[in-house]
Each structure stands twice: as C-alpha cells, then as structure tokens.
C-alpha cells in the first residue's frame, strides 16, 4: 500500500515539474512530437465510485472501469491527426503532435491539465503579455459536462482552446465565462428539443424524467422543464440518479404514478445501470427514451430481458462512417506499444487494454466519433489559416499563440465528410441534424427517423412510424393522466398537474412610520420601491463591501408615486371597518435602487430582533420567522431575480407590482411569489397583435440587458415564429454606441420600432433618436414607458415619427389625490439622522401635490391591488367577522400566503383573482397613441379574460405620414400569380418569380411553391389556379373520318368488283399475267387492309389501338410480298428464262412463289404476335404539345414494333429493285413498270406522312395516318388493277393468245439480237 501512494505521489510530482524520465520506449499511444501539439482528454477509464482521500493524490485511471467507446473515440483522434499529417493540402510541410490523457474523474485529474498548460514543467501567472505561454495550442475534450466545467477554467486563463466532443451543457455558451470554448457536439437545448418534438409526435402528455445527479443532467432537467411548459406535456416524476440511487423505489414511484414514457438523460455507464436494474426488478411495458449519450450503446441490446422492458427510442449523432478509419486501427492493433506505467512519461498515459482486437474498437458504440473528428480538423483548419498556408508550404516565420487559433477556430467554415464546419457566436455548432433511431428485436439501433436544425427544409422532423416495433404489438402507446373529457363536460384539475383531471358534465344553462417609510401596526408589510435608480452599478469598484446610498442616485417621479400609493393602501385599509376591524397594519419600505448593493435593506425585512437565524428543525421556531407578513415589490424583474430567494425561504408572500419576467411563473423556484402585473408575456401578446393589425412585417426590437428584457425578447421570438413577422434587427440598450444602432436600422430599411425596456432607459434612447434626427419610424412602447410624460410629445412626434404603446388602464384611485394633498401639507422629518436605517431617505420635500399626481400614473393600480390582495388574505387567516378578528390565531407569512393564492375579490369594478402560477388571472390593456396635444390617447384595447378580445381605431392615430399607415416590410408582397423565394435568412424577404405554365400559386397554403397542375389541367403564366384540358380525338362523326371511311368502303366495293371480274375472264392472258390466282389474294388482302383506316376514329380503347395497326402490317406485308414474287416472275421470264432455264424450270417445279408469299406472312405474324405479347399499343393521353389540350391517341413501342416495319420496309425495297429491272420490257406487256409506279406512289404516300407527322401534333394527325393508310391501299388498286379491268372490258382483243405471243416473241428476238 505504501509503494502504492509512493508511486502515484511521483505522478503527481511529474504533472508539475514534467522532469520523470522512466518510460524508454519511444512508441506510445499517448503521445506523438510534432510542430505543434493538441492535448487530448478522454475518460478511457470511468471514476464511477469517487472515494476521499486523507491527503491529495492523483487517481489511477487504468484501475477504473474500462469504457471501449471511448476508447474508439480516442483512437479517432489519434487517426485524424496522422490523416491531417498526410495530407498535402492542409497544414503543408507541419506536422502535428498530440499530448492526450485518461481523463477518467471531474476531482482527480487535474495533473493531466496542469501538464497542458505547463512550459518545461512549470505553471507561472504572465510576466509580459504573450510569455511562457501554454506549449499546446488547443485541447480536445473533454466528454461530460462535469469534467469540462472543472478544467475549462484552467484553459480559459490564457485563452487556450478547449474544443469539446462531448459537454453539451448549456452553460458552456456564457462566453463571458467560457471564451475559448467551443464543441462540435449540439448542446443539451438540440437533444431536448428532438426528445419534445417525439413527445409531441406520439402525443404523450405524462412522462417521467430520469437525469444523473451531475451539471449534465441537471441542465437536462431544467431545459426539459422550460421546453414543457406552456404545452400539454407534464412532468410526472423526475429523480436525479446516483451512485446511491435506489432503483427499486424510483421504479415503484413510477408505477405509482402509472407513467409508461421514461426519458433517461444520462451518460452511458449511468443508463446502463438503470436499464440493467429495470430488467432485475422485472419492469415492463414501458417506452424508454434516450439521449445522445446511450442511444447507440452496444451493450444493452444484447442483454438477455432487454426485449421485456419494452420498447427504446433514441436521439442520436447521425451514423457517420470515418473513411479509412478501421484500416488505421488494424494496422494500430498490429503494432506493438510500450503501456507500462514505468515506461510512460506521465501518469493516466495507461491503458492496460492490449487485450483489445481491432474488431472489438470497430464494433463499439460510434457515438460521438464524428465530433472528434471535426474537432481536430477544426483546429488544424484554425491553425492552418493562422500559419497562412498556401501553395505547399506555411509561413514558418510566424509565432503562433493559442488565441490566434482561437480567433480562426470563431471563424471557422468548411466542409467534412459534407458537413459544413461552422460555430455560432456562442461556440456551438451552426450545421448537422440527430437521427431518431430505435433498438430493435435484432438488438440494433435502427434509424426511423429525423430532425434537422435547418427550418428552411421543407421537412425538418420526421419518423416512420411503421418501422418501430412497439412493445404492445400493434399502435403506440398512450401516455395521459387522464382521458380526454366527453363533449359536454368540464376539466377540473386534480391536484397540481394540469393533465391530470375530472371530467364534470355541465349543468343546465351553462357551457364549456412615523416617517414615509415606516409605520407600526399589528401586522408589518415591506416595502421595495425603486425612489431612486443607480445608473452607473456595473461601472464602479469598490474597494472595501458597502450599501448604497439611494438618496444620492437618480430620483424617479413615478416610482415615488407608486410609494406614496402604498402609503395611502395602507391607511385606507386601516380606516375601513369592514376589511381588516380592529386590526391594524404598518410597513416598513426601503428605496431598493440597486439589484447588487441594496441586500442590508431586504435582510432587514426578514430578521428578527436584527438577527437571522436558520431553522433548527422543519416546522419548528417558527417565532424566529420575519416579521413581516407579506412584502409588496420590487418593481423590475432583475432586481426581483436577486430578491426572491430570500423570501421563498420562509415562504414569505413577495407581490410585485412590476416584475413581469415569465421567470417567475416557475412556481418550483418561486413558491410564494405572486405578482398584480401581467407577465411579459401577455405584453408581448398584445405587441404582436398591433403589429399583425397593421401588416407590419419587418422590424426592430430594442431590449434593455437584463433579465426583464431578454425574457421579453425570447417572448417575442417565440411568439413570432409562426407567423409572418420577421425580426429584423435586435439589440440590447446600453451596449452599443446609439448611432451605430440607428444606422444599422436605417442600412436595413427598417420602420417598425419596438422597445422593451424600462422607462429610465427607453427615454434615453428616445432623446438620442431625437439628437440624432432619426426620423419616420413608428416606435411600439411597452408598458414601462408607453405613458411617460417626460417629452414635449409634439416635439418629439414630429422628428422621430409615431409612438403607439402598451399599457395598463388608467384607473383613478377614489381618495389619492385627497391624500397626496394632506400629505403634503404636513411637515415629516427627513434627516438622516432620524432614520433608523439607511435608504429610508427621499429628499424630496419640495415636490408638490401637483408634481406627483401629474407624473405617469402607470402600476398604480398594481400596486393598490397589491396591498388589498396581502390585507384580505390577512382578513381571512384571521377569520375576521363582521366587527372583529381571531386575536388567537398566530399569523406566520406561510399562512397568509395561502390565502393569497385563493383570492378572489372586487377592486374598483376589478375582480382580484390569481392563477396557478401567481399571475393575474384578470384585466386588460390600453392601447395608446402619443398624439400632438401631448397625450398617451387610448386608441384601443386588448381584453385578456374572460375572452381575449382586440380592438383599435385607426381614425384616432395621428401618422407621421400624414394620412396612411406606414409600411414595415423587407420585400414588397408579390403580385398574383407569382412565388416567393425567400432571399437571406428571413422569411419576409423575398424575390417574386412568376410560376411557369402548368403550375399555379396557392397564396393562402404555400405563397413560396409553384404547384404543378394535374395531368388532365392546364395552366398560364402566373396562373392561380388550373383548368381542365379539352379532350380531343376524332369521332366516327367528323366530316373527315366520314370521307375516308367511305373510301374504303369503296375499296373493298371494288376489290370484290374486279375479283369477279377476274374470275369470269380467269383464262384469258390478262388476267394470267396480272398473276392468276394471286390477284385473288391481293385483293383479298387489300380489302382486310382497309379495316384498319376504320379504327383510326372514335375513343381509342386497347382492341382500338390494337386493329389499328394490325390488319394493315398484317395483309399489306403478303400484298407486297405477292408484288416481290410477282416482280422477280417477270423479270424471270423475259430474262432469267433465256438466261437460266435451270433455274426458271426449279421456281416453277416448286412453286416458289407460294413459298415466298408463305414465308412473308409467317414470318410478320410472329413478329406481330411478339410485338402485342411484349408492348401491345395502348391508349395514350398525349399533353406535350398542347398545354390546353389532351389529344388522345395509341402508343406503340417503336423498339418491339421495329420488327414488322423493318419487313414491310425490306419488302418494299425489294419489290422496288425487281420492278425496276424488267424496266425495258416490252411495252405493252411490262407489270414492272405498273409495280415500280405503285410503289413510287406508296413511298411518296408515307413520306408526305411523316413530315406532317414532324410538324403537326393535333388530333387530326389520325385522320392523316388514315388516309395514309387509304392512299396505300388505292395505289395497288388504281394503278395496277384498273388498267387489266380497262383491258379486259374496253379493249378485248389485246386479251388474247396470239397478241401476248407476238409480244414475246418479238422482245425475245431483240434480246438475242
């Protein structure tokens, strides 16, 4: 044991003076020399169970669990630094070095820093600025929350970077206490919003919420917490979990309370702890949602039972692949490495993890791995900027500093793995997206869906719900408190959960001092008004603690009227016998001016007998408590934000008359704060209204730096989300110069001016717009300031423009004015020396009674309402009759409070009541208008209960413009017909693109999209809508279709015509040469031909499309084939016959002629066959050509219907060649010459056809494929039959015997001539 310390003491004397010199190995994993070294944490081992030590000691990491997923993300490091060193384009001739550490506890490890940060062993503050500084420029990691906060400090000091891939909470984006920190993962607020959206997406309303006890998941909680409220969703259970945790009973509490959804936001060792528990304990039925740190976790999904807990969901890192990566941990994992702890330079150097395959690395959980990887390549890039790099080579001659890498790292754009590498003004990552996975029952993590942090995506969040398999076989789970109500019936909520619930059917004719500061009483109220203001806090140093002496500082009219008001509440009650007989109250006020220097004032309240003690024991000394029942104020939000802990101690009531933060509505934080102002919120709400009624799109929003004005900026953003307003322009008052502000609003076009501050600040900027002749805007007050009367409002109207406003009523407090003047009348003593303590001062006795009732009267009646809300709660925990109260009961502020919360009276025709959360539950507001007589004009109003109701009169507003109300916008809005595209980051600015023909713009659902008409519509340029195309064809009833139909009705007449024809006269020479019997078949075929013109007309139908083209391709490829035979007969007989008589004796012995004839039919028949079977024609709608037309016609497959044209075509040409030999046959007994004519006419048919067929797409190109077709039919016909008819009747003796043979033989004699 004693080795042991001896050993570990060494490393802790090694982390400082860096002089250990054991290891002699030069290979280690840790550590690699280079030009310039990044430190590296990772927590390879796991402190899990921290133990206390009886003096300072460094932890032994390589004794702690073993976490192989970071393990995987450590080698990923050390890859990305080889990478960088091999690659040629950056950092050129600089290599990179690393220094990384097991950075495994958040309380031990701080050598492993102290050794960063170190030069040549030693830590020293700066001597002269830029000396001994660190020898790394920048840090990677570390991975929690817990251990970035404990050594971020440390790096910060010297601006060192700290680039983490793993601390996501959202504390690390206060710059002003974290600088030089960034991260590439997504902060908390990212996980939480994906986890609320698969709330919202499966409608679960009661979930639990389990974090780990550490900075992590409390962030977690917290943000979760804000996400939920305003929204459906309640937090049924929460437990922040431990070592100690007891699983058992956290999981009987959940039972309970008969919630099915766990969210677990803890790191990976702590959820699988709990699942491993949930699995023993046997709990079921339950969907369990992860976070980022377990959601790919590769253990659990392999553990026997996992499958009965029931079904896991998960918000993870996309599931990136690292190119290369595996390569480096198999050529890694074959290398040998020295990891004895006597061979390593420092401590926590150590793995002890030889064991490991390289698959073992690969198959780990890759969470995470990605944003080491682009953190290295982050700060390499930083580093390669800072060394300007270029062509080959860095500038060597530069001196690098770690905040130079610092202020390229802010700087940061470029592209890994297609991930373009950006940081926000808070050092979190500007790109990327998380992946919705599921584990499924082949134990992985599957992905179903998705949520992008780019809104402009027309899908930013998605999940298919079909992939997941719910533990209940079927829908997805429910997760409510209570059902729904039926139609008809009330909600009635059932204890402190708003989801939680009676259903109650309605009933019959319903539907759903001495001194102005002090005075004794039975009963003391405090008293927090801010007399005076302390303007310059945060711009002085004090040298020694001391209270602020308020009486020196600005002096603020209307607060002291709103003190006086307190005062006059006060006596008031005391004068009444019904509220309060009997018994009488006193205060005690102070002038709270400051938030950070007036706290003497407030302990002063809440001490007894000038001592505060703490309880000894819950419930008990309940005497030591304060004096004071109640306190009223303060006034702002941030100076309540200091305040508030205070009181909520001992449950002191706290009702301010100002404090509008939304903040306050946490009752967890602020029990017993209630407040008679409505929140921000409700301001924010009636803001947006005047902003909408007056189509305003594109403005400024101008807020104080503090809590009050950062609340009612978040407000304002988030109410505006939805909606058409675009905020252009934001700055916090007094943190920037004010000219530069009004130029940046003027470069921006901006004429909308909305300024949320208080009254001090906002008249300052006024006054500044005013010197500065800012001119033509419309400034929207809000309630703070919207009723100064500190202007010379014409003046001001006519140089900076409008003033609308927001605010409360101005009700007129019966008695005040009677009581200021008697006031004032009398003498008080105001010295100092007379007061017991300080800021009990005002100095303002020369006021008159006409000075302060004059003053803006705003939260008057706040503060009046206050004092009577304390004064009757009081009334009712003293059980106060008619004439008198309980003397007997005791009275601490816990009971008055409670009675607070249950208020319900009338005030000045005002019914007093407060909600839930403190907040008033009544009221309205006044919307006002400076006009030029001076006055804040109540121009309008905004009712909040019991129904919001909205109302302004635009007659009564006197417009700058004089006359119409001025425009705020960035684009002007588009004409009809045209689309947005947004131009920029906002949505208000926009160019206008006319939507193209066949599209049409739908303003009211989407005003960025052209819309494509359907395929039976139609559609011009710019349209808003589409029409319905004309469908055209040719019906059997078109004067046209009705020609050619009788054509070939004609055709066919004629064919049997001159078929008979050729029968009588079967014998005779004309009829013999013609072709004999095979006139019969042509004409036959002819005649089928003809029944395709018939199928050219009418709607076309598959039968339609099919007889269109068949009987033609069909019978016309035999009549050709015949007219091939019948070619290459006559060639054969005047020539061949004399030539080859062999030849002519074998055609004729074989009929070769018939075989042809066969052949051709057999051959187009199969390829016809094939054709149908493959691609048959069918009808087609064409609406290519015609944007207003449907033309409806077949259509063929011209690859499959290639065959049977290719035949007719050879068949044609081959005719074609025949014909044209036997061109000097004798004339009068020459059928070439007639075929040759015939095809002259075909072919001269057809390319007359398919030029119009080029060039005109109309309906009417059927009837021209018809008569195409006719024409076809007719030039065999006409040209080549009626010549032998004409013969035949007309000129009988040219049909005879001995005329053909004195033909013959007179050709035979001049051939053998």
Known sequence: MRMKHFLLSLCVLGAFLHVLAQCTAPASEFHLEGDYLLGGLFDIHHDSTPVDHERPEAIDCSS????????????????????????????????????IFDHCSDTHSFPNTFSLISVDGLIQPWSEPQKNLSKVMAVVGTYTSPMALTVAPLLVMNLIPMVSYGAASSVFSRKRNFPSFLRTVHPNKDVIEVIFNILQHFNWRWVAFLNIDDDYGIDGQDLFIKRIKDTEICLAYTKSLNQ????????????AHKIGIIIVFAPEWTAEALIESAIQLNVTNKVWIAGDAWSLNKRLPKKKGIKNVGTILGVSEPAMTIPNFNEFVYSSKSQTHCENTGQQELCNQVCNCSGLSAEDIIAADPSFNFPVYSAVYAIAHALHNALQCGSGRCDGTRTVYPEMVLAELKTSNFTLLNQSIRFDKNGDPNYGSYSIVFWNHSGDAEEIGFYHFYRSLPVHFFIDNNKIQWHTKGEAPTALCSEECPVGHAKKQDGIHKCCFNCIICPNGTYVNNTEFQLEGDYLLGGLFDIHHDMETFHQTFDRPEAIDCSSQTFILSSYRRFQLMRFSVEEINNSTILLPNVSLGYNIFDHCSETHNFPDVLELISVNNVIQPWDEPNKNLSKVSKIMAVVGPFSSTDTLTLAPLFMTDLIPMVSYGAASSAFAEKAKYPSFLRTVHSNKDVIEAIVKIILHFKWRWVAFLNSDDAFGKDGLDLFIKRIEDTEICLAYTKHLGTTD??????????????????????????????????????????????????????????????????LGVSQPVLEIPGFSDFIYSFKSQTHCENTGQQEFCNQ????????????????????????????AIAHALHNALECGVDKCNGNITMYPYMVLAELKKSNFTLLNQSIQFNENGDLNYGSYSIVSWNHSGDAEEIGFYKLNPSVNFYINNTKIQWYTNGEVPTSLCSNECPVGYAKKQDGIHKCCFNCNICPNGTYINSTEDPSMCIACKQTEWSTEGSTSCNLRVVEYIPFTDGGAIVIMVGALVLVSLTLAMSALFAINYNTPVVRSAGGPMCFLILGCLSLCSLSVFFHFGKPTISFCILRFLPFLLFYTVCLACFVVRSFQIVCIFKMAAKFPKLHSWWVKYHGQWLVITVAFATQALLLLIGYICAPPKPYNDTFWYPDKIILGCAIDLKVFSGPGVLLLFFCSLCFIFSYM??????NYNEAKAITFCLLLLIFTWIIFATEYVLYHGKYIQTLNALAVLSSLYSFLLWYFIPKCYIIIFEPHKNTQEYFQGLIQSYTKTISQ
Request: a neutral charge; glycine letters at 2%; proline letters at 3%.
């Open 244 to 255: 100690y945790t007891e699983y058992s009973q956290v999981f009987k509490q959940i039972e």
């Open 1222 to 1227: 036997g061109k000097d046959l004798p004339k």
């Open 738 to 803: 004010d000219s530069l502000m009004f130029k940046n609003m003027e470069s921006l076009k901006i004429h909308v001016v909305i300024v949320f501050a208080p009254k001090i600040m906002a008249e300052a900027l006024i006054e500044a717009a005013v010197r500065l002749n800012v001119t033509n805007k419309v400034w929207i007050a809000g309630d703070t300031w919207s009723l100064s009367n500190r202007f010379n409002k014409e003046e001001v109207i006519k140089n900076i423009g409008t003033v």
């Open 841 to 868: 001062v005002c100095n303002c006795s020369s006021l008159s009674a006409e000075e302060i009732l004059a003053v803006d009267s705003s939260y008057s009646f706040p503060v009046y309402s206050a004092v009577y």
């Open 64 to 99: 702690k669990p073993f976490i192989l997923s970071s393990y995987r993300r450590f080698q990923v490091m050390r890859f990305s630094v080889e990478e960088i060193n091999n690659s040629t384009n950056l950092l050129p001739n600089v290599s990179l070095g690393y220094e």
